[in-house]
């Protein structure tokens, strides 16, 4: 040991004088350990007792026996703890669960139950200027009093829907029984008093974590008075559907879906009906598929788009662009629909969404085949949403341009002719509603449609002023 110090001091030296020479200074020499017992540091604050020393702390004077680590004092001790969740994860009774939410709802999404059962119940009362948006002409082929058009009354409209859903296999197969109920009363023109009833049964499987199908289906039963504007009997529908829902991820949804709908109409079972009596309301099967996509583009923007088709075959005659009877033919028709949405919501209070729908008819005849393009922009805002919670300002805009291929219009032109059918129609709708407690929603509205048309019978207006109260429960 001591040669290798003595090895140590000779380096030093060197490369001092190395340095003195050069006229650098010489790089410093790392310090070396102390010398001392093993186990022990130069700090003269804290100095470690060794393990013999620390096992002869005397205890405490009247202290119990020496343990290991606190241990609690019974059993119930844990059970005791007052807690804000139970064993899953949930808020418990005695926790405030509103401020749970407030605080951490966001951070922990709840997770929705698969089987839910809930309904509503509405009231609508509203004031229309023109009930059965008749033009000022005579429209032959709907209305059964010519010369009594732009009728307005005051329309009472009651609604209940309820869907009760129960479990067959825990988490595999549930079922659901829906109903809903529409009914319309009219102040001064009872002859327009209509009720509907639909029924529907479905059974919903879960095939996958993220695919669901459905099978359904139900039948509706539509009662009105004999005598009413258009003489619309009443009918009795069925149907049966299926629906495949897949998650594709959190962001991403897709459904696809066929349904078939069958629609006889009371008296259009028999063979001896009036002139006067005939109406465009004939039986009809119809086939319909669809299919929707929805997709979370970014945390304030949303997309929607669906795709929807019909093939409808009626029971009645089809109609040449001059609205004349072709015999021996009978009406059927394609009916074509895409859809895109986009909806924005760049705060918490605004929900922005602008949508185009094409529409695109083809039918034997000539009479009802059109292409239709729909622009439309509904807002919904918060009004005041710290002072009156629940307040919101609704409004929606629509413009729809309707070209017919062949259908000539009721109207002459300078010369004497006839021109192909157009119609123009924008539609208005405002509405201040007020949602208190989550499930009751009350709220004034305003709906205005003009359809403007080179057909004098199929131009009109309507203005309707509606109050209403929602009960969701």
């Known amino acids: 040991m001591s040669e290798m110090k003595s090895s140590r001091i000779g380096e030093a030296v060197i490369l001092l004088v190395l340095a003195g020479r050069l006229g650098i200074a ?14 022990t540091t130069p700090d003269s604050f804290f100095q470690p007792l060794t393990e013999e020393e620390f096992g002869r702390i005397p205890p405490v004077e009247g202290g119990e026996e020496q ?51 809930g309904g509503h119940l509405e009231y609508r009362g509203a004031y229309s200027t023109n009930i059965d948006q008749s033009a000022p002409g005579t429209d032959v082929d709907l209305r059964i009093r010519p010369n009594e058009t732009e009728v307005s009354d005051w329309i009472n409209t009651f609604a209940l829907g309820y869907e009760y859903q129960y479990e067959i296999v825990p988490d595999v197969l549930k079922g659901a029984v829906r109903y809903d109920l529409s009914h319309y009363n009219y102040a001064d023109e009872s002859r327009e008093n209509a009720t509907l009833h639909l029924v529907e049964l479905a059974t919903i499987q879960r095939l996958t974590e993220s695919l669901e199908w459905e099978i359904y289906g139900g039948v509706g039963i539509d009662s ?48 001896n009906l009036l002139a006067t009596e005939i109406t465009p309301f004939y039986d009809w099967a119809e086939h319909h598929l669809w299919s929707a996509y929805s997709h979370d583009l970014t945390e304030h923007l949303h997309l929607d788009a669906s795709l929807n088709y019909s093939k409808r075959d009626y029971d009645s005659t089809t109609l040449d662009e001059f609205g004349e009877p072709i015999v021996g033919e009978f ?41 239709e393009s729909t622009f439309g922009v509904l807002l919904e805002q918060d009004l005041c949403p710290e002072r009156v919670p629940g307040l919101v300002f609704k409004s929606q805009f629509e413009y ?35 949602t208190i407690e989550d499930n009751l929603t009350t709220g004034i509205d305003y709906y205005y449609v003009d359809n403007d048309s080179n057909d004098d019978y199929s131009r009109y207006q309507e203005d309707r002023y509606g109050a209403y109260v929602r009960y969701d429960f």
Request: charged fraction near 30%; proline fraction near 6%.
């Open 400 to 434: 729809a341009n309707r070209n017919y291929d062949s259908q000539l219009s009721r109207s002459l032109l300078a010369g004497g002719h006839r021109s192909v059918r157009d119609d123009e129609r924008i539609t208005l709708y405002f509405a201040l509603e007020r």
């Open 26 to 39: 010489a790089p410093e020499e790392p310090p070396t350990a102390p010398e001392g017992p093993v186990g």
């Open 224 to 271: 009105r008075q004999p005598n009413a504007q258009y003489n619309r009997e009443d009918f009795f529908q069925w149907h049966l559907g299926t629906e495949f829902r897949q998650e594709i991820d959190e962001a991403r949804n897709l459904s696809l879906g066929y349904e078939y709908r069958h629609r006889d109409y009371e008296t259009r079972q028999g063979a």
């Open 331 to 371: 009406r059927r028709y394609d009916l074509w629909e895409p859809m895109v949405a986009l909806t924005s919501t760049p705060t918490d209070h605004t929900q922005l969404t602008a949508y185009y729908v094409y529409d695109f008819l083809s039918s034997s005849g000539r009479y009802y085949d059109y292409d």
């Open 67 to 117: 343990k290991s680590f606190w241990e609690p004092a019974g059993d119930d001790f844990f059970v005791d703890i007052p807690r804000a969740l139970d064993s899953e994860g949930n808020p418990v009774e005695d926790f405030d669960e509103a401020l749970w939410r407030k605080e951490f709802g966001k951070a922990t999404p709840e997770k929705e139950e698969w089987v839910q059962s």
